[in-house]
C-alpha cells in the first residue's frame, strides 16, 4: 500500500454538473479535490462542501519569466493564500515539470508537495496512453514519497471508470 494520497482535478471530471456538485461527487468517491483557479468560484460553497482541497493554482496573472511578471505573480499569490487559508488547502500550483518522469521526480522530491498525472497523448486518465503508470507509482513508493497524486487528466470515457483506472495504478 502507498503512502501517498489521491486527488483529482474538479476542473477535468463530471462536467456536466455545477462546480461545487464536482467537489462533492469527487470528495464523496474517495479523493481528494485539486482546482485550478479560484476567482470565478464560490469560495463559501466550495468550503460548505466539507471536501478536502490537496491544490490549488496558486496565481491569478504573471510569470516568472521577467521581473514585472514575477512581481504581479506574487501580488496575485498573496490573493490566493488568503483563498486557500479559507479552504484549508495546503498547496498551491505554480510551475510544471515535464520530461523523465522518475528522473525528474527523484530530483525534485524533497520539493514536491504534489505530483500531477495524465497520460499521454490526450491527457487522460493512466492507461489509456503511453506512459506505464505501474513503473511510475513504483518509483514513488520506493522513493519513499507521501504526499498527493493528482489527476490533472480527462475521463476518456465514463468519469468514475477513470477515477477507478487512477485508483488502480496508484493503489
Given amino acids: 500500500m502507498s503512502g501517498y494520497r489521491l486527488a483529482v482535478c474538479a476542473e477535468m471530471v463530471f462536467l456536466d ?24 468560484k464560490d469560495i463559501a460553497a466550495l468550503s460548505g462542501t466539507g471536501a ?17 511578471g514575477a512581481e504581479e505573480l506574487l501580488a496575485t499569490a498573496r ?7 479559507r479552504l484549508d488547502c495546503p498547496r498551491l500550483n505554480v510551475q ?7 528522473r525528474l521526480v527523484e530530483r525534485a522530491l524533497p520539493w514536491v508537495g504534489e505530483i500531477q498525472v495524465a497520460d499521454v ?8 496512453g503511453e506512459i506505464h503508470y505501474p513503473a511510475v507509482a513504483a518509483a514513488l513508493h ?25 485508483r488502480r495504478a496508484f493503489s
Fill in 17 to 40: 454538473l455545477p462546480f461545487a456538485e464536482r467537489v462533492r461527487r469527487i470528495a464523496a468517491l474517495g479523493f481528494e479535490v485539486e482546482m485550478w483557479g479560484w476567482a470565478t
Fill in 52 to 68: 478536502t482541497f490537496s491544490s490549488m493554482t496558486g496565481y491569478l496573472r504573471g510569470t516568472l519569466a521577467d521581473p514585472a
Fill in 79 to 85: 490573493q490566493s493564500l488568503e483563498v486557500a487559508e
Fill in 96 to 102: 510544471i515539470g515535464e520530461g523523465s518522469l522518475v
Fill in 121 to 128: 497523448p490526450g491527457r487522460c486518465e493512466p492507461g489509456t
Fill in 142 to 166: 520506493r522513493l519513499g514519497y507521501q504526499g498527493v497524486v493528482g489527476l490533472e487528466g480527462w475521463a476518456a470515457g465514463e468519469e468514475e471508470t477513470a477515477l477507478a483506472s487512477f
